[in-house]
């Protein structure tokens, strides 16, 4: 794996975890707030619970198989993206044309409103 698609696979954890943190037992939460959010390593996380870094590693694991399981069937993670382009071609058409304010702006409203 390259160093860019590391940072991009971290940083689609962190995304769903923020999405979905309750949904976790508290060790799934623990474990990865320490590996992803404060970039603890395998063996520092196995060291402060006593356990071996394969069973770290194996927790780790596990909670992403969750994370990305929880997004397939809820795709809360796969909304906010796509609203945050509407939005953002939202903007980009209101410099182009502002004097068709009302109808572009309400246009992006229903659609933003009615995504599922």
Do not use: W
Not at 1 to 12: A, F, G, S, V, Y
Not at 52 to 57: D, I, L, T
């Amino acid at each position: 794996m390259t160093e860019d698609q590391i940072l991009e696979k971290t940083n689609r954890i962190n995304l769903l975890f923020d999405f979905y943190e309750p949904m976790l037992t508290d060790k799934q939460q623990t474990v990865l707030k320490l590996y992803f959010h404060d970039d603890y390593s395998l063996g520092e996380i196995a060291e402060q619970f006593k356990i071996s870094r394969q069973a770290v590693y194996e927790h780790v694991k596990r909670a992403e198989v969750t994370l990305e399981d929880y997004e397939s069937k809820l795709a809360l993670l796969s909304k906010h993206e796509r609203r945050l382009k509407l939005l953002g071609e939202a903007e980009e058409k209101l410099k182009d044309s502002p004097e068709d304010l009302a109808g572009c702006a309400s246009d992006y409203l229903r659609r933003i409103v009615h995504m599922e």
